[in-house]
């Protein structure tokens, strides 16, 4: 501890230490190798790599005992599209970030196959429903495997134990006075599979020449519906869902005040039963063959089969949802009043994200300009295309998707940028002993320009700024952090030119501080971005002689402190886009 007051008393702003000394064995010559020329400690890393301490560095962000995370689930009238990915990739990026975190992470995906629309779509196909739907679904779940989501369930709500806890909802707002046998009347939105209200419908010209009634929101053909069925008394619960909104649910907070404005602009009861006459393909209602489960009602409740309801200690509530803002509505309006009136705690968060357009026009059939995400998996390999997506994709508002920048900015990210930095230094012509060097501070002084000089630090404060970005759900914000970082190294390695320095034995140090600091940043900004390139990284890693152990956040702000040997080099690890 006298070691440790020693090196505080000399620190100045901006510089950073060990915070707590080594608990067996850390020497005073090795103390020395972090002294600067005017006699203050600098750049120590807080366990450097080779040692060990009882003392971890924590997140700034206290970290959760565990995490569940869902997608959507996918209606199977159509095959999947880009949207459908990038729902999904965006919510394994964050899985995949508590899981570098050492969070236990449950992660759900499917497909929502009950409903008219697939009733119908299956018809057209001249195929059984469920048949359709295990062909359909298969299509989904390749698509996911592709690219690898790392989901930890797949839910299909015809299985069995979703008929169960869905069957069990539907009896637990039952019983609690939330469902009622009631008449509806009204306009109903097949494709929507919503009942819309007076306002919300508009009568427009069609491409025919006839009069047609639609959903202004969707612009969805609606139809005039009178029914006895069973009723949600939605009305109940305006001042509940106000009191949850108020807690900041909704990210980003752009999409909060609609949701808001149709809360306060009067619930109406919410028809939950459809006539089996007309839906046969969906739950019955539970004592009552006649009626089918409303299709949303049905759906939403995936989320609690995944957990584990009706079992005693199943795991609720869901951290995060995952939703297109197509489908916020059902989320943030009938999901956490359904929630709420069977005494469940609403979701914690629900993050809506945008939509993919092409030319800024909306993707359709009809236009030409869907992107198929199956060619593009091939035409830019999964981690590419995974990176374009969150790199470009921001929740707040529509992605124009482009062919060109989705080249431009994986070659420039991750090929001139990631990968060139490896190689660089990797590379037998200015590494031939294939060592990743230890850390010289004194060396690194010396060499390094005063602009260059808090590349380190800025390496050592990288993995705070990537966790605050991820966990705040800005993907595109944690990969400009780490690719920033990743600019500096490679301008820093430009300038001293190692390539030059091997040539000559008396520039061993400089080489070898080059070498680290080169290689340092990979290794970090490497399990940086195992959320979004999670093959590359491991590659990427693995090259580096990193262990499959060694890529958690506690390992991203471990300094190198020995010369260790690099991996096995299998050739260029990610090819050029053409």
């Known amino acids: 501890m006298n070691n ?23 020497i005073s010559a090795e103390l020395e190798r972090f002294k600067g020329v005017d006699g203050r400690y600098l750049a120590i890393f807080e366990a450097p790599r080779g040692y060990s301490t009882t003392v971890v ?15 959507p689930i996918y209606y199977l009238n159509a095959v999947p599209h880009i949207g459908h990915l990038y729902s999904n990739v965006l919510a394994d990026a964050i899985s ?75 009896e637990r707002l039952k019983s609690r006075g939330f469902i009622y046998r009631g008449h509806y009347e009204g306009w109903y939105s097949i494709s929507d599979e919503m009942f819309v209200s007076e306002d919300q419908v508009k009568e427009v010209t069609m491409a025919n020449g006839q009069m047609q009634k639609i959903f202004v929101e969707s612009g969805h053909p609606v ?57 046969p393909w969906g739950i019955p209602v539970p004592g009552d063959e006649s009626q089918t489960i409303y299709v949303w009602l049905d759906a939403l409740t995936n989320y609690l089969t995944v957990g584990g309801y009706p079992s005693v200690g199943h795991q609720w509530p869901v951290d995060c949802h995952v939703v297109g803002k197509d489908i916020l509505r059902f989320h943030a309006i009938y999901w956490p009043a359904f929630l709420i009136a069977a005494g469940l705690e609403p979701p914690r968060r629900i993050l809506c994200h945008s939509h993919w357009t092409m030319q800024k026009e909306k993707m359709s059939k009809s236009k030409g300009n869907v992107v198929d995400p199956f060619d593009r998996l091939e035409k830019y390999s999964v981690d590419g295309l995974r990176y374009y997506l969150l790199k470009d994709g921001v929740p707040h508002s529509d992605g ?40 010289d501070a004194r060396a690194f002084e010396e060499l390094a320009r005063p602009e260059e000089k808090t590349i380190m630090e800025s390496l050592y404060q990288l993995p705070d700024i990537v966790d605050e970005h991820y966990r705040n ?11 920033n970082q990743l600019y500096r190294a490679n301008a820093f390695v430009q300038r001293c030119k190692p390539w030059e320095l091997v040539k000559s ?33 491991h590659k990427v890693l693995d090259r580096l002689g990193s262990s499959r152990q060694e890529r958690t956040w506690r390992h991203m702000t471990l300094g190198s402190d020995r010369n260790s040997r690099l991996g096995e080099d299998h050739g260029p690890l990610f090819p050029r886009i053409k």
């Not at 619960?237 to 808001?260: A, G, S, T």
Request: charged residues 25%; positive net charge.
């Open 400 to 439: 124009n998707y482009s062919d060109d920048r989705a080249i431009e900015c994986i070659n420039s990210d991750i090929v001139n940028t990631f990968c060139n930095l490896l190689s660089r230094c990797s590379a037998k012509a200015v590494n031939p002993d294939q060592v990743f060097p230890k850390f």
């Open 57 to 71: 560095r924590k997140p700034k962000i206290p970290v959760p005992d565990k995490y569940f995370i869902t997608t």
């Open 505 to 537: 034995p008396v520039h061993r140090e400089a080489i070898n501080c080059v070498l680290h600091v080169a290689l340092e940043n990979v290794r970090v900004s490497a399990i940086a971005l195992i959320p979004a390139i999670p093959s590359l990284s």
């Open 223 to 279: 139809e005039w519906m009178t029914e006895e069925n069973y009723m949600f008394r939605l009305s109940e619960f305006e001042k509940p869902l106000i009191d949850w909104l108020n807690k900041k649910v909704i990210h980003p907070e752009v999409f909060e005040p609609l949701v808001r404005q149709f809360v306060t602009s009067g619930l109406p009861d919410l028809s939950v039963s459809r006539h089996r006459s007309r839906i």
């Open 96 to 170: 995949r970030w508590y899981s570098i975190l050492e969070v236990p992470v449950l992660f759900s995906t499917g497909t929502d196959e009950h409903g008219l629309k697939v009733q119908q779509a299956a018809l057209s196909k001249r195929q059984e429903p469920k048949l359709f739907c295990d062909q359909m679904s298969q299509e989904f779940k390749t698509l996911f495997q592709k690219s690898n989501i790392s989901y930890t369930d797949y839910i299909r709500t015809t299985e069995n134990r979703h008929r169960v806890a869905v069957a069990s909802m539907w």
């Open 473 to 483: 759900f800005s993907a595109n914000r944690a990969l400009d952090a780490v690719m």
């Open 4 to 26: 440790l007051c020693k090196i505080s008393s000399n620190l100045t702003k901006g510089q950073f230490v060990l915070s707590k000394l080594l608990s067996k064995g850390f």
